[in-house]
């Protein structure tokens, strides 16, 4: 008989005695394994998906976008493609009210006008099936279902669109290369682009883009085709992307996607690994006797440590390969949980690397925590097996203890930095989870030795002996807190990061602030919208005009020279190449403040050619411009001297328009401008109807109703939020597995002493009592660390990350802790059913476990 | 078998030490039978913790069959006991979570030479049938009273035929009448293997039933006689 024989032999006759035990453990891990196996698989799936439908996310070789019209240099390109061979189509998007005849309705939609021949890779799915190629046949639409609903219209119905009248053909089912999230954005409305003009929507101001797509007869000219002309794009300030930059784009923003969601994965593992160490602990604190008799029968202590380390290792094997199992079924479950993130359809396929790499993570982990612990057994010296009070032998630098701390944090620190989407996050998580994990045990001590300190002393019987009872010797009061208030604290801090984002969005409708923005107004409609408005809000709202300018020049310097100049620092290209929107007025506003400088009926006027400028701070850093400073404007080609005679701050949060530059009146009145207005209209039906009276009248004006803002906001947030939970609930099942560990850990001790209660004479309604307390103490200190922990999290998150005002939502918090606690008596008392009915008689010769 | 030179052992005992033994020495050759008897709290059960090799002395030397305990490593020492060595040990001390037949087959697995596994479970179950539980071999030690499971540590005991066993108080927790079957087994047993035998009792008639008592006071050897 072997060495490696005895040790087997050994661990699993152990093993098999302890199966429920291991088993329970071993679950613990499989909740990380699964996570991680399933987004590992989930991402390889997406990344396939992307490769194969590559040309049809784009639905071309090359699209050409550009916020203005192509010009002639463009045109003159596109000319030579089609004379080469190639196919060119082009769509026009931009925003606008769809009206319902028939119901009476609006909504602002995002409006697509497409020439014949797109997409030319991919197809464009309908319901009914096949009404995309009959689109050119007509003034027809096809629409998100979304709208329907909204607009209460069917198939077949009229929509109006601007001056021109459409009608529904049927509903987009599938639109390559588009994540289904859009619709709840802005639902999408396609016409054939001859039926554009007809619509009398695209005049001056409107924001648009116009796109060309092009396919080439060898798609592999594209690469080629867009490098020889960048420079030309880039001067016409149209931006170029092939289809290959298409897909490295979404395969980069899925990737940094599933990472963010494979770090939640790695939480729950990492939890798991807690778990499975401190059942490790617990475990061999059992089995010192058993370790003791084996060293005095002459086992080695290295023969010794081997059985105990192969269990561990076992328990973390058959825990992952729980885990793989259980990670196949998520991984097919998650394209219906991430379809609103999806670009395309996922098929989920069987990924051996991901396996395989699960079951190693899974078996690492487990030992890298369940190492520390498992040294303990070296400490057993053969004469406890003799005399039982023995100090154990302590090692003053124990090397190997020293080693399995080394590898824990080696562990920990690679697989956060392996995961996470850039190493600096992988770091940055791992403190995180270092720093949580230490506060949630300092609180957890805290609150334990408060519970200790302050004892109930005057309290009943029950209520004492169930609060002692959290710290009998061998105790799984801190594992128990650390592993459900994580989970609590991991769901808390997103609660509270979404209940204060959405309360920073919310917008009031009730008092006085305005509910409804009207936009896109042409000057000659501007009495006519306010006469409108004045009726329905009772008085007449404020036209605050815009103007589209460019920078031509700062401080005579134009923006080809600023922007050839590679040495030192220079204003931003993205400040200097936008389109900006001025406004002029008299006074400051209530979303801004001065920051420097003076207002214009502070300061004395400058040269009658030189208008006078007020500019928002974190612009005019972008634009690395001061007080004094000149910019010389191109407004629709004409030019305009400005000097910069103050700076102000604006709050961007507050639902008003707001404007980089502020102009002093009596300089752009003349230039080509449109307006915008907001309005408060209290009435819900009379807002829906002055959006109509709006779109009939003046067809080519927008209308947002904020509270459809809000809705989208809270949606998109939402969605967001639950599938983020769906990953934290990984970490929850953690928490409730350990739990359930707990329970089974202290099973004997709690037989005996219900048997010696019950000898005493006790009733069963006391014992359960004395179980409800214990667990309704544990469930309060896990949840309550995990709430306080998680209001820290939440305030650094929205502070730091959000840089905004953290408010406190008390019924969040007061929820938290009740939902937790209540989780924790529930399992615990369900837990110990059986012992509560057990006769003493049937316990004093229990079989062992 | 046994020679021991002015053994002595110190323990901490509530931040203090406490000599529990001084100035022991004796020697026991083969196949002795030696009673190791005193008052509680004498240095019984530490004299024969130090004879097993179980932990290290103070002071003094313990030779067992030849090797100078004190030379060796705590390893080098198990492999000895797994060697030579039986232990019986009053709490009985078998492996919860082992079969009867499984505990008596340990001390066989550990031994350092190759045993034939066939020919090792055979000799247990021979072993389990001689101390009368033929027909409790699947059985935990939940399932046995405590007669019984100090049979099943009897048994294993023998399983590794070793050269010395060592008793402690191997009827202390037994009542009167078991103990004097569980003896008788243990005497018996011993006397077909030829094995040397330290056995620690307070119980006089036990001891009465030695070669040799070895009689210990407040950590001295009190006495050393025949016991008849």
Redesign the interface.
């Known amino acids: 008989m072997t060495d490696w024989g005895f040790v087997l032999r050994m661990a699993r006759r152990e093993a098999r005695a302890g199966r429920r035990q291991i088993g329970l453990y071993a679950g613990a891990i499989s909740l990380g394994v699964a996570a991680l196996v399933a987004i590992t698989s989930f991402r390889a799936d997406v990344t396939a998906a992307l490769e194969q439908e590559s040309r049809g996310l784009l639905g071309a070789d090359v699209e050409l976008r550009s916020r203005a019209p192509l010009d002639t240099t463009v045109g003159a390109i596109l000319d030579s493609v089609r004379a080469e061979g190639g196919r060119v189509a082009h769509v026009t998007s931009f925003t606008s009210m769809a009206y319902a005849p028939l119901t009476g309705a609006t909504r602002l939609v995002e409006v697509r006008a497409v020439d014949p021949g797109f997409p030319f890779y991919g197809a464009i799915e309908t319901v009914p099936a096949g009404r995309w190629s009959s689109l050119p046949d007509g003034p027809r639409t096809l629409v998100d279902l979304a709208l329907l609903t909204y607009l209460g219209l069917e198939v077949g119905d009229s929509l109006r669109l601007g001056e021109a009248a459409f009608v529904i053909d049927g509903t987009l089912s599938r639109v390559p290369g588009e994540i289904g999230l859009r619709a709840a954005i802005g639902p999408r409305v396609y016409i054939a682009s001859d039926y554009l003009d007809a619509t009398n929507l695209l005049r001056f101001g409107s924001l648009a883009q116009y796109a060309a797509l092009i396919a080439f007869d060898r798609p592999e000219q594209a690469a080629t085709f867009v490098e020889q002309r960048r420079r030309t794009f880039s001067d016409a300030r149209v931006s170029a992307e092939t289809a290959s930059h298409r897909e490295r784009e979404l395969r980069e923003w899925f990737d940094a996607l599933s990472r963010f969601l494979a770090l939640l994965g790695l939480t729950a593992l990492l939890l798991g690994g807690l778990a499975t160490g401190s059942a490790i602990h617990v475990f061999v604190k059992r089995k010192l006797p058993t370790v003791a008799i084996l060293r005095c029968l002459g086992a080695t202590q290295r023969r010794v440590f081997a059985i105990y380390l192969l269990q561990a290792a076992a328990m973390g094997l058959a825990g992952s390969m729980a885990g793989v199992v259980l990670g196949i079924a998520v991984q097919h479950a998650l394209p219906a949980v991430l379809a609103d993130f999806l670009p395309l359809d996922v098929a989920a396929t069987l990924r051996p690397m991901a396996i395989a790499a699960g079951i190693a993570i899974g078996v690492w982990v487990a030992l890298a925590f369940g190492l520390l612990p498992l040294l303990d057994v070296r400490n057993v010296s053969p004469l406890q097996a003799l005399r039982r009070a023995v100090e154990p032998v302590r090692r003053r630098w124990d090397r190997w203890a020293l080693a399995a701390k080394a590898l824990l944090a080696v562990t920990v620190l690679g697989l956060s930095i392996s995961q996470a989407p850039v190493p600096a996050a992988g770091l940055a998580f791992a403190v995180a989870i270092g720093t949580a994990t230490l506060a949630l045990w300092l609180t957890a001590r805290a609150l334990t030795a408060a519970a200790r300190r302050f004892f109930p002393r005057r309290t009943p019987y029950v209520v004492r002996q169930g609060i002692a009872n959290l710290f009998r010797p061998q105790n799984q009061t801190v594992p128990v807190i650390l592993a459900v208030g994580f989970g609590v604290f991991l769901l808390g801090t997103l609660r509270l990061v979404q209940d204060n984002l959405l309360g920073w969005l919310a917008f009031e409708t009730d008092g006085p602030r305005p509910n409804f923005v009207v936009f896109d107004i042409q000057p000659e409609q501007a009495d006519g919208v306010r006469d409108l408005l004045a009726d329905a809000a009772g008085t007449p709202p404020e036209m605050v005009p815009i103007v589209p300018a460019r920078i031509a020049a700062i401080n005579d310097r134009s923006v080809d020279q600023m922007l050839a100049d590679t040495l030192g620092p220079r204003p931003s290209r993205w400040a200097l190449r936008r389109e900006y929107r001025h406004t002029y007025r008299d006074t400051l506003v209530a979303s801004e403040r001065l920051v420097e400088g003076q207002w214009w009926s502070d300061a004395a006027p400058l040269a009658p050619t030189v208008a006078r400028i007020a500019i928002e701070q974190d612009v005019a850093d972008e634009l690395r411009v001061r007080l004094g400073d000149r910019i010389t404007w191109d407004v629709q080609g004409v030019r305009i001297a400005s000097e910069i005679v103050a700076v102000r701050s604006v709050d961007w949060a507050r639902f008003e328009p707001n404007f980089f530059v502020v102009f002093e009146p009596g300089v752009l009145e003349a230039a080509p401008h449109t307006f915008v207005t907001l309005a408060r209209v209290g009435d819900a039906r009379r807002l829906a109807e002055v959006q109509r009276d709006l779109v009939r009248r003046y067809s080519n004006v927008s209308a947002l109703d904020v509270s459809i803002v809000q809705d989208t906001l809270e949606r998109l947030l939402g969605s967001v939020s639950l599938t983020i939970q769906f990953m934290a609930l990984f970490s929850i099942g953690c928490g409730i597995v350990v739990l359930f560990g707990a329970i089974a850990t202290s099973r004997f001790q709690r037989l005996r002493e219900s048997v010696l209660l019950k000898t005493i004479g006790a009733r069963t309604p006391q014992i359960r009592g004395i179980l409800a307390v214990e667990y309704l103490a544990l469930g309060l200190l896990a949840s309550g660390s995990g709430a306080l922990l998680a209001v820290a999290g939440g305030w650094g998150a929205v502070t730091f990350l959000f840089e905004l005002d953290f408010h406190l939502p008390l019924l969040t918090v007061v929820a938290l802790v009740l939902v937790g606690t209540t989780v924790t008596v529930t399992i615990g008392l369900l837990g110990n059913r059986a012992l509560v009915r057990r006769p003493p008689l049937a316990v004093l010769r229990e079989v062992a476990e | 078998m046994i020679v021991v030179e002015n053994l002595e052992q110190t323990y901490?005992s509530g931040g203090r030490p406490l000599t529990v033994l001084r100035d022991v020495s004796f020697s026991l050759e083969e196949r002795g039978f030696l009673a190791v008897v005193g008052p509680s709290g004498s240095g019984k059960?530490t004299l024969?913790?130090l004879l097993?090799g179980?932990?290290r002395p103070a002071g003094g030397t313990v030779w067992l069959d030849g090797a100078n305990l004190n030379r060796l490593s705590?390893?080098a020492r198990?492999?000895?006991?797994?060697?030579k060595?039986g232990?019986v040990?009053q709490t009985f001390?078998?492996?919860?979570?082992?079969t009867a037949l499984?505990n008596v087959l340990?001390?066989?697995?550990?031994?350092p030479l190759?045993?034939e596994?066939r020919a090792?479970e055979a000799h247990a179950r021979d072993l389990l049938g001689r101390v009368g539980l033929g027909d409790r071999l699947h059985h935990?030690?939940?399932?046995l009273s405590g007669g019984e499971q100090q049979r099943v540590a009897l048994a294993?005991a023998f399983a590794n035929r070793p050269k010395i066993l060592f008793a402690?108080e191997p009827t202390g927790n037994l009542d009167a009448e078991t103990g004097r079957a569980v003896i008788d087994l243990l005497v018996e047993l011993n006397e077909a293997e030829q094995a040397t035998l330290v056995l620690v009792t307070h119980d006089q008639e036990l001891a009465g039933r030695a070669h040799r008592v070895l009689r210990l006071s407040g950590g001295r050897i009190a006495s050393d006689s025949a016991a008849r």
């Open positions: 901490m059960t024969l913790g097993a179980l932990d705590e390893d198990a492999l000895i006991r797994a060697e060595v232990f040990f001390q078998l492996i919860p979570t082992l499984e340990v001390p066989v697995e550990l031994h190759a045993h596994a090792a935990y030690p939940a399932q294993r402690d």
